[in-house]
């Protein structure tokens, strides 16, 4: 397995896409997205690991080929995302905006929900079913 991600790895590199580092003592891998133009804001992988969704400040939505190692589709949002992650099981991926987080199914690609908040948003993320939160709010 490792050897297979070795030669995706060069792929996106020879591509152009990524730049990666490995740290094999402490298990760390890192993945930088070299994109056209500005910066990239949040990235997320499948759980899969076959495809990777990235948003950034040029307000777009990237769909990555993990496999290809190519970009898939780009979409044109409509405001500045700040970040992106999918659901644990993948079949839904949330995009974080100043004052809403949006969530999309992966099936149709269609909008389940919206979350507002006027006061604005500075983080999220997925939880398990039955999860307990406990705070001091």
Known sequence: ??????????RLEDAG??????????QVELLLIV???GAVNSICIHPSNKVALSVGA?????????????????CKLN???TKILFNPDGSRYAILYYNCVK????????EAFEIT????LNDMVFLEVGTQIETDL
């Open 17 to 26: 896409l990524v730049k990666s580092a490995h740290a094999h003592g402490s």
């Open 117 to 120: 908040n006027r006061m604005g």
């Open 58 to 74: 040029d307000n777009k939505l990237v769909m990555w080929n993990l496999v290809k190692g190519c970009k898939s589709t780009t």
């Open 1 to 10: 397995s490792q050897r297979r991600s070795g030669r995706k790895d060069r």
């Open 103 to 110: 969530v999309y199914n992966i099936s149709d690609g269609q």
């Open 79 to 81: 405001d500045k995302p």
């Open 35 to 37: 994109m056209d133009r």
